[in-house]
């Protein structure tokens, strides 16, 4: 009797301080398409109120790329306009809008002549008729591609571990779009090797440069890239493997380091660190006012487990190594987590999103994902396999400009399908300030697990609540229901959520129910 009080108790708290959660909620009408699966992938303000959006529809058995939906809804979300584009062997790579004109990024192959070619589709806000130029062109051979074949339970590939990025080539902005990177990853066995093309907003070229790092492309793992929003120049993180062996361990230690490389038009510099006593599976770097940063998860086991967060400050004319922390999970966390301390460390964790402050605190999410494959033989000889995808906590770090762990959060949240409904599983996640949001669909039966713990549980992802949790400076955490499944007629993407606003307030998500669409817009106020 005690226990139940207690939860009652510790709900009705959360419905309590859910009033400092202020998310509004403003819906399209729902409508239907000629293509039933589609993504969202990019959308942008349009600088009154409303936005553009770009989505991906696939068909065929394969369910491969057809083309894209672009939708111009107005503040309110009345559709102003909206226009198709077909493709065959492109890709459109990002949006732009810029003095009422919309630009989409598009990777092109030409086989005719043996080509890929970075266009720019332009249209006037107002008509959405796009006319295409090209701003470079790259020889087909020098591209590095990738294909697989799956038979049954085998799969056989042409060089996998040499797949740093899609041959059609990586689009990187800066924080405010000043700049952008095309990457493209050329064929080189014996030096990894990158081909980099920096534009200004206007789309006039800045440099072109080809980065080559002078060791076997499959002892680098290339890590990610970073743009200065004030000069074009960048940053390029990678894993180097040492002693000719992609094993991430060797006589018990590390069996690799960490290059960040900054390219500019006229030098390149370079800076090596090492992760010490640990293992670090993978960095992420994060750009503030004063410094860059690289941040990630580490562990003092393996690169495949995790027992903290670190991060490394960077000085980002010299590349010197100002600040580096490693900073172990807290009791706290460890308590949300198993709901006693335990000296054990986390499995599975996926890296989701990272942001950084005007504090120059940095706020990484991941969420444990994993999957589970059963094959079975039936009676007359014949196999069926079955992939179920587990999408469960989330976990929320915050770190301060100077290496100390803040806060570390985790939500324990139970999310699992063999495919079916994996759109709406996941979350999307934003940083307003000094406060974390987590935006997640769940039922509305929050359950209580062992030591007076909640956990977020599935149901019906077909008619589900879209819930805000928000993670406040103290790393106290609330949450509230924004979207009722009662009063909707779709289920959102969590997972696609998009920003369209720099500062982070205002995410676009797309939802369904069978035929059935609909745009969410959510405003943090």
């Keep these: 009797m005690k226990k139940i009080?207690?939860?009652?108790?510790?709900?009705?708290?959360?419905?309590t301080f859910a009033q400092d959660i202020s998310v509004k909620s403003t819906t399209s009408e729902v409508f239907k398409d000629d293509k039933k699966n589609t993504s969202l992938l990019f959308s942008e303000s349009d600088g009154n109120g409303g936005f553009i959006t770009v989505r991906e529809y696939r068909s065929g058995l394969l369910q491969m790329p057809k083309g894209y939906y672009i939708d111009h809804y107005d503040a309110k979300l009345n559709q102003i306009n909206e226009a198709e584009i077909e493709i065959d062997k492109s890709q459109i790579k990002g949006l732009m809008i810029n003095n009422g004109t919309v630009f989409l990024l598009e990777s092109a192959l030409d086989t005719k002549a043996d080509v890929f070619n970075f266009n720019i589709l332009e249209s006037s806000l107002s008509k959405l008729n796009f006319e295409k130029r090209t701003l470079f062109s790259l020889d087909e051979e020098e591209i590095k591609k990738f294909f697989g074949v799956g038979i049954g339970p085998f799969f056989m590939t042409n060089g996998f571990n040499q797949m740093d990025s899609n041959p059609f080539g990586e689009v990187t902005f800066s924080a405010k779009k000043n700049f952008f990177c095309v990457n493209f990853d050329i064929k080189d066995k014996e030096a990894q090797t990158q081909r980099l093309y920096v534009f200004d907003k206007d789309?006039?070229?800045?440099?072109?440069?080809?980065?080559?790092?002078?060791?076997?492309?499959?002892?680098?793992?290339?890590?990610?890239?970073?743009?200065?929003?004030?000069?074009?120049?960048?940053?390029?993180?990678?894993?180097v493997f040492e002693n000719n062996s992609t094993r991430t361990k060797k006589k018990g230690k590390a069996n690799y380091n960490y290059e960040l490389h900054k390219i500019t038009a006229s030098t390149e510099k370079s800076v090596s660190f090492s992760p010490d006593?640990?293992?670090?599976?993978?960095?992420?770097?994060?750009?503030?006012?004063?410094?860059?940063?690289?941040?990630?998860?580490?562990?003092?086991?393996?690169?495949?487990?995790?027992?903290?967060?670190?991060?490394?400050?960077?000085?980002?004319?010299?590349?010197?190594?100002?600040?580096?922390?490693?900073?172990p999970f807290s009791e706290e966390f460890i308590k949300d987590k198993y709901g006693k301390v335990k000296d054990k460390e986390l499995k599975n964790l996926s890296f989701r999103s990272a942001f950084i402050n005007e504090k120059e605190d940095i706020v990484l999410n991941a969420e444990?994902?994993?999957?589970?494959?059963?094959?079975?033989?039936?009676?007359?000889?014949?196999?069926?396999?079955?992939?179920?995808?587990?999408?469960?906590?989330?976990?929320?770090?915050?770190?301060?400009?100077?290496?100390?762990?803040?806060?570390?959060?985790?939500?324990?949240?139970?999310?699992?399908?063999?495919?079916?409904?994996?759109?709406?599983?996941?979350?999307?996640?934003?940083?307003?300030?000094?406060?974390?949001?987590?935006?997640?669909?769940?039922?509305?039966?929050?359950?209580?697990?062992?030591?007076?713990?909640?956990?977020?549980?599935?149901?019906?992802?077909?008619?589900?609540?879209?819930?805000?949790?928000?993670?406040?400076?103290?790393?106290?955490?609330?949450?509230?229901?924004?979207?009722?499944?009662?009063?909707?007629?779709?289920?959102?993407?969590?997972?696609?959520?998009?920003?369209?606003?720099?500062?982070?307030?205002?995410?676009?998500?797309?939802?369904?129910?069978?035929?059935?669409?609909?745009?969410?817009?959510?405003?943090?106020?």
């Design 5 to 15: 009080i207690l939860l009652l108790f510790l709900i009705g708290s959360y419905v």
């Design 368 to 525: 444990e994902f994993y999957t589970v494959t059963h094959t079975r033989s039936s009676m007359n000889g014949g196999m069926s396999t079955t992939t179920t995808y587990h999408f469960n906590d989330i976990v929320s770090v915050k770190m301060s400009r100077d290496g100390e762990l803040l806060w570390a959060r985790n939500i324990n949240k139970n999310q699992s399908t063999a495919g079916a409904v994996i759109e709406y599983l996941s979350f999307s996640s934003s940083v307003i300030g000094d406060d974390t949001y987590l935006f997640i669909n769940c039922s509305d039966k929050i359950r209580k697990i062992s030591n007076d713990r909640i956990e977020f549980k599935q149901g019906n992802m077909k008619k589900a609540n879209l819930y805000a949790i928000k993670i406040d400076n103290d790393g106290n955490y609330t949450f509230k229901n924004v979207v009722d499944a009662d009063d909707s007629d779709v289920s959102y993407f969590v997972k696609q959520g998009i920003h369209t606003a720099i500062d982070g307030s205002e995410l676009v998500f797309i939802g369904r129910k069978k035929s059935k669409k609909q745009f969410l817009k959510l405003n943090i106020m």
């Design 277 to 327: 006593e640990n293992f670090i599976g993978s960095l992420f770097t994060v750009r503030g006012k004063n410094k860059i940063s690289c941040a990630g998860f580490y562990s003092e086991k393996n690169d495949f487990r995790y027992k903290g967060v670190c991060r490394f400050n960077l000085d980002p004319e010299t590349l010197a190594i100002t600040k580096q922390s490693y900073m």
């Design 203 to 239: 789309f006039k070229p800045v440099f072109e440069r080809e980065f080559k790092r002078n060791i076997q492309d499959r002892l680098f793992q290339y890590e990610n890239i970073d743009v200065d929003d004030e000069t074009g120049e960048i940053y390029l993180l990678g894993k």
